[in-house]
T-cell receptor, first 111, second 112 residues
Framework: QKEVEQDPGPLSVPEGAIVSLNCTYS??????FMWYRQYSRKGPELLMY????GNKEDGRFTAQVDKSSKYISLFIRDSQPSDSATYLC???????????FGAGTRLFVKA | DGGITQSPKYLFRKEGQNVTLSCEQN?????MYWYRQDPGQGLRLIYY???????QKGDIAEGYSVSREKKESFPLTVTSAQKNPTAFYLC???????????FGNGTRLTVT
């Protein structure tokens, strides 16, 4: 079993839809949770960074962490064609240098 | 602009040859990392360095080697011992542990 599970998709939605992306994990020691966006043939760029459980909002993006269920989510409101990319969840333990990534979900937003 | 520069963008080698991928950062970050990305597998950690002259193996270090002689530079050598070297290689840096990673734009290595 992988430490971090993420549905690879692809996920296709119409412009303006609310997108929900999710990851589950097995290591209860994970404390830091991240979402990265990766465009084709580019490096990942950080979207959201949260510590422990709770919600964090930044513009059209909301990250949720439920440590009791070992489940994290990223919501994208009013999705745009420019949001079409691969979204990677990532997490790490306290004091660690090893960040573990999910496989990534490919998202297509149709105009 | 601060960032991470990986070169070259595309690299082609024959089987049996060693090849070195370059990674330079001007973010003044202490920690640097090398990840490998394969379709459907996400990013897997090859090596990381917390500080100059020190580095640790990640989850898939076999067939790879690194050096960290300068804070700004963390080159990765893919040796002939790496059985499946064709992949997208990503270099990253962070100020410290548990800090978000800043990535370069990768080097796509093809070995035939």
């Amino acid at each position: 079993q992988k430490e971090v599970e993420q549905d690879p998709g692809p996920l296709s939605v119409p412009e303006g839809a609310i997108v929900s992306l999710n990851c589950t994990y097995s290591n209860s020691a994970f404390q830091y949770f991240m979402w990265y966006r990766q465009y084709s043939r580019k490096g990942p760029e950080l979207l959201m960074y949260t510590y422990s459980s709770g919600n964090k909002e930044d513009g059209r993006f909301t990250a949720q962490v439920d440590k009791s269920s070992k489940y994290i989510s990223l919501f994208i409101r009013d999705s745009q064609p420019s949001d079409s990319a691969t979204y990677l969840c990532a997490m790490s333990e306290n004091g660690g240098f090893k960040t573990i990534f999910g496989a990534g979900t490919r998202l297509f937003v149709k105009a | 602009d601060g960032g991470i520069t990986q070169s070259p963008k595309y690299l082609f080698r024959k089987e049996g040859q060693n090849v070195t991928l370059s990674c330079e950062q001007n973010l003044n970050h202490d920690a640097m990392y090398w990840y490998r990305q394969d379709p459907g597998q996400g990013l897997r950690l090859i090596y990381y360095s917390q500080i100059v002259n020190d580095f640790q193996k990640g989850d898939i270090a076999e067939g790879y080697s690194v050096s960290r002689e300068k804070k700004e530079s963390f080159p990765l050598t893919v040796t002939s011992a790496q059985k499946n070297p064709t992949a997208f290689y990503l270099c990253a840096s962070s100020p410290a542990g548990n800090s978000p990673l800043h990535f370069g734009n990768g080097t796509r290595l093809t070995v035939t």
